[in-house]
């Protein structure tokens, strides 16, 4: 958390010298991400999960099915938030920074993209 207060502290104190590495600077975030999901992913295996622990599946699922459902009826109902906000933020809070800053990236939301990295790293700190 301290590292991304500094990094978004000094990028707003001088917006013109990291403005011009903000081209690079997408390029390589986006190209280490995916290296991390490939990495992450490589292990991975739905097949395995369900025939090993089905159970945990189960729960897996209907508990991020709850949180999806009570976020996105408070938030669009109460709160007025748009779709694609209640989204990013169901998957900075399921998935962390960087799989939503990949959605927003992915959907070409480009404005989101940095408070869905900001709003996963905030949810790391609550948690830890």
Known sequence: ???????????TAL??????????????????MQLFFAVSGAAGSIR???????S???????QIGIHFLILYIFGKYLFRF???ELYLASNANV???????AMA????WNTLVLPALLIGIFGYSVGT
């Open 1 to 11: 958390p301290l590292i991304s207060l500094l990094t978004v502290s000094t990028a």
């Open 15 to 32: 917006p013109n010298f990291f403005g011009r590495l903000s081209s690079t600077g997408t390029s390589l975030g986006i190209l280490i």
């Open 48 to 54: 395995l999960v369900l025939a090993s622990a089905p």
């Open 56 to 62: 945990l599946f189960l729960f897996s699922s209907l």
């Open 82 to 84: 748009k779709e694609n």
């Open 95 to 101: 998935g962390g920074p960087t799989t939503a800053a």
């Open 105 to 108: 990236q992915a959907k070409e």
